[in-house]
């Protein structure tokens, strides 16, 4: 039961980590210069937040072992 927390929690740090990628290099099609890359502010949180799931999911599949 455990091994399928830790691959959900590698998968999810994964998917995270796309739409990070996504989040950062996001440019709108639009005329305006101002708004260059509106969801940037959200590509570190998200990193940051997938990069946590990978270190939990690691712990606990080597206190599992």
Known sequence: MKFKTE???L?????????SAFCYFYEPQDLLPVINYPYRDY????AVAASALLVIAAILYSKRR
């Open 11 to 19: 998968l999810l740090a994964i998917l995270l980590y796309i739409v």
């Open 7 to 9: 691959i959900f929690m």
């Open 43 to 46: 590509a570190i949180p998200l």
